[in-house]
């Protein structure tokens, strides 16, 4: 028995053709929500990464009594004290550098990163 004798069996050009277009509409949803969605992700773990930054700088301040003059750690030196096991490093290769806040009164100094924040005055 041929196709040709039972043209019930499989599916037509058209039928095939709007599976494609429906799956070419997901598509086209949900890559641009899974790219904001990693670029949100990758700045999370960036500011995540800031903030323990900013804490163990702090916590050094704490072991070192407060001392008046004493520079800002780098997160190099942070890791050498044993603040840290590895270095934390930007998702997307950003560098963090400390930025005094020269626009507000006895504010600390902010860690910025080069991608993703930059500290700025008011």
Request: some cysteine; proline content about 7%; aromatic content about 8%.
């Amino acid at each position: 028995m041929s196709c040709a004798d039972n043209p019930s069996k499989g599916f037509s050009v058209l039928e095939v053709m709007v599976v494609v277009l429906i799956i070419g509409i997901l598509i086209m949803i949900a890559i641009p929500t899974y790219i904001n969605n990693l670029r949100e992700s990758t700045e999370t773990l960036c500011l995540s990464n800031r903030l323990a930054i900013e804490k163990a700088a702090i916590l050094h301040y704490h072991d070192l009594d407060n001392p008046i003059g004493t520079a800002i750690p780098g997160v190099e030196e942070l890791v050498n004290l044993g603040y840290f096991d590895g270095e934390p490093k930007c998702p997307k290769g950003g560098l963090y550098v400390w930025a005094d806040n020269l626009y507000a009164e006895n504010q600390r100094p902010q860690l910025g990163c080069s991608l993703h924040f930059i500290p700025s005055g008011p």
